[in-house]
């Protein structure tokens, strides 16, 4: 859902992807993975992999490696919301009809 913000100019927020693609912001999502896996092995609970792998890919990759692994693998793996309508599925299309 929050990719739609980059087309929506109702939200009115600019370069979104530039934004969200800054190291800053990369390394900050990769270091979720790390305290989500150190709370799960510290409590015995288990970890959202379908989460994890969206964050290892955007603190790898930015949004645009995101957005190039949904175009890939239809999502695999990736948390529903992701991929569900209105999630990627929506800027995908609106981003196949500009090419």
């Given at each position: 859902m929050l990719?739609?913000?980059m087309d929506?100019?109702?939200y009115q927020v600019k370069d979104f992807e530039t934004k969200l693609g800054k190291k800053e912001f990369r390394d900050s999502i990769g270091g979720l993975n790390k305290v989500d896996r150190d709370f799960?092995?510290?409590s015995g609970l288990p970890v959202r992999e379908d989460l994890m792998?969206?964050?290892k890919i955007i603190s790898e990759s930015g949004v645009k490696g995101l957005i190039?692994?949904?175009k890939k693998t239809g999502g695999k793996g990736l948390p529903a919301a992701l991929?569900?309508?209105?999630g990627l599925e929506m800027y995908l299309s609106s981003e196949d009809q500009r090419e």
């Open positions: 990719i739609r913000l929506d100019p109702a799960s092995d510290k792998l969206a964050r190039d692994y949904v991929i569900a309508p209105g």
